[in-house]
């Protein structure tokens, strides 16, 4: 089954530019192309597992934040 869920990642955003300044340095942290990272946050792909995990550690997240970050749906 495919879902076409699109995600809010405007908490995401406000993190990634606190920590990070701006998406082009959080996408070379996260060994990504600004490009890509865009892709992603505009839910034209979605990111790994890998990417995931990667983004917890370099924005100081907490594991069990990853549901608020990155799984929250646009209703």
């Not at 869920?5 to 701006?22: A, D, P, Q």
């Not at 490009?35 to 924005?59: C, G, H, M, P, Y």
């Amino acid at each position: 089954m495919v879902s076409n869920t699109k995600f809010n990642y405007s908490k995401l955003k406000g993190r990634i530019k606190e920590k990070c300044g701006t998406s082009y340095n959080f996408a070379k942290l996260l060994g990504c192309s600004n490009n890509t990272l865009s892709a992603k946050i505009n839910n034209a792909s979605d990111f790994s597992q890998t990417e995931i995990l990667r983004s917890v550690d370099i924005l100081g997240l907490k594991t069990e934040d990853i549901s608020t970050y990155f799984f929250t749906p646009i209703v």
